[in-house]
């Protein structure tokens, strides 16, 4: 379960990037966040990453007080987090199966496990065909779907989407999407920060928006008061 | 640390030196440069020693008694002076000793000149040889002699000594001035080097950190990056030192017959169990200073 209390984040003396969020949500749950540009969707995600500490209040993540966590512990704290860029953030210089497989090396994975949860990963994400594949050789949606399963290998409990379908034409961000919904269905608790609003009104799933860093709305079923 | 992540660390570091070609190779040549002077001074360094030790051997303090000196008293002298820490070896020469050896130097040949003293001319002049441990000591021994009561006088030759040993002190002080400011150089490009990387890595080093990877983890491939360069910036050296110093030894021996005659070199082998270790620390210490320190700098993790 993800809590936040009272947060609010101050980058200057200027107004807060978040002013005094109060949010749950639950295990399992798949929500969006939405919101313009400069909202504080950003800051939020740097603060569920412990990237960034909150001006004021608390974050709770699966029991654990964030400001409470030291250093040391950091690295192990977000193991349990996925995380998903607009711009995907591969290594150019490694192939597909290096890239998904780097993200176990760097946690210390012994190689006979690494080599049985790649191809895994592979699977689930459509790419088996393509490992040796380079991410240049990919489309957007292709790159995005091993972005996913890398960030997805380590069986974090959360999965943090930042803009996923962003650089993606219509019937890629539709299959991303897709994906994301059966990740959600396998128990993964998932968060997707979107401009989207078509996908965020057909998914209809829980949608938080935020405005000027406050959370102005929280509906159950897709609906926002924001427009893009 | 589990193996296999340290030899992924190892093998990411050594993909840095490779990424990074050009600024590896300088930090390499650089580093080789910087030991292989040091290595130069070393080999001058050791070979002046040994010839100052050997002078030293050959120098010794005379000290002569007041006349009519009762020899129980001369003999409480030489256990006083033996006594002495920096004393090597004591050598009584009794006052016929003393002339025989006078003749055979100034005699030599006209023997019969010397049937002409009845007595010994040099009665007078029984003494002890004193011979130091380390000669830079000389002073304060012949100082202390002094002060010994029945001693007439003491003479000293150090000129030798104290020229070899001046010319040892300058070398080392000039040797270790140029040593350092290479040091700085080559622990600067090592920055560099390692900057550069860390720049080049950017990208993935923030993934790294976001899936969970250790600050250890982050940055250990650096430190072995810096390490790699600075062992290859002693072995390369090494080598060529090891090379040349064989050579030149051998080539000075031939054509200049007399400093080869007037000198012993130190064998090769002795010189490089000695220098070898050394120069491998500092090479491997000045890596993994110039790598920690610029992870300290740059490498926010």
């Known amino acids: ?228 | 640390m589990r193996i296999n992540t340290f030899f992924y660390s190892v093998g990411q570091g050594l993909k840095n030196i490779f990424r990074n070609g050009m600024f590896s190779l300088a930090s390499i040549a650089t580093m080789s440069a910087c030991i292989f002077m040091f290595g130069v001074f070393y080999i001058l360094i050791a070979n002046v020693n040994m010839a100052v030790q050997n002078v030293e051997q050959g120098v010794a303090i005379t000290v002569f008694f007041e006349a009519g000196l009762e020899e129980s008293r001369i003999k409480e002298i030489g256990e006083d002076i033996e006594k002495r820490t920096e004393v090597k070896e004591i050598v009584f020469i009794s006052a016929e000793e003393a002339w025989d050896s006078f003749k055979d130097v100034y005699f030599e040949g006209n023997e019969d000149y010397a049937e002409g003293f009845t007595e010994n001319p040099l009665e007078d002049f029984a003494n002890y040889e004193v011979y130091l441990k380390d000669v830079s000591q000389q002073t304060g021994l012949v100082t202390y002699i002094q002060n010994i009561e029945g001693v007439r006088e003491v003479k000293q030759s150090q000129a030798v000594a104290d020229t070899l040993t001046e010319f040892n002190k300058i070398l080392s002080l000039v040797s270790s001035g140029i040593i350092l400011i290479l040091l700085c150089v080559a622990v600067f490009l090592i920055n560099n080097t390692v900057a550069v990387g860390i720049s080049v890595r950017k990208e993935e080093i923030a993934i790294m950190k976001l899936i969970g990877a250790t600050d250890f983890l982050v940055r250990f491939p650096f430190i072995v990056e810096g390490i790699i360069i600075g062992a290859a910036g002693a072995a390369i050296p090494l080598g060529l030192l090891f090379v040349l110093y064989d050579k030149i030894v051998l080539y000075v021996a031939e054509k200049f017959s007399l400093v080869g005659s007037m000198m012993d070199f130190v064998q090769p082998q002795v010189l490089f169990r000695g220098l070898a270790p050394v120069a491998l620390i500092l090479g491997v210490g000045i890596g993994l200073f110039g790598s920690m320190w610029t992870i300290r700098k740059h490498l926010k993790v």
Do not use: C
């Open chain 1, 1 to 228: 379960m993800i809590k936040l209390e009272h947060v609010s984040k101050s980058y200057s003396a200027g107004i807060p990037a978040l002013n005094d969020v109060n949010l749950e949500i639950e295990d399992g749950e798949f929500v969006f966040i939405v919101g313009s540009s400069g909202s504080g969707k950003s800051t939020l995600i740097k603060l569920l990453l412990k990237e960034l500490e909150p001006t004021e209040g608390s974050i709770v993540i699966n029991g654990k007080n964030l400001r409470k966590i030291r250093r040391r512990h950091i690295p192990k704290f977000r193991r349990n987090i996925g995380v998903v860029f607009q711009d995907f953030r591969l290594l150019k210089d490694r192939n597909v199966y290096e890239n998904i497989a780097f993200a176990q090396k760097v946690i210390g994975q012994p190689t006979k496990n690494i080599k049985k949860k790649v191809p895994a990963m592979l699977s689930m994400v459509g790419l088996a065909a393509k490992y040796r594949s380079y991410p240049k050789e990919l489309s957007g949606g292709e790159q995005q779907r091993v972005a996913i399963a890398r960030a997805l290998v380590n069986e974090p409990s959360i999965l943090l989407a930042d803009e996923p379908t962003g650089n993606l034409d219509s019937n890629n961000a539709w299959d991303i999407m897709k994906l994301l919904e059966e990740i959600h269905e396998h128990g993964t608790t998932v968060i997707v920060v979107t401009h989207n609003l078509d996908i965020v009104k057909v998914m209809k799933k829980r949608v938080i928006t935020i405005q000027k860093g406050v959370v102005v709305s929280d509906s159950k079923q897709g609906d926002s008061s924001y427009e893009d």
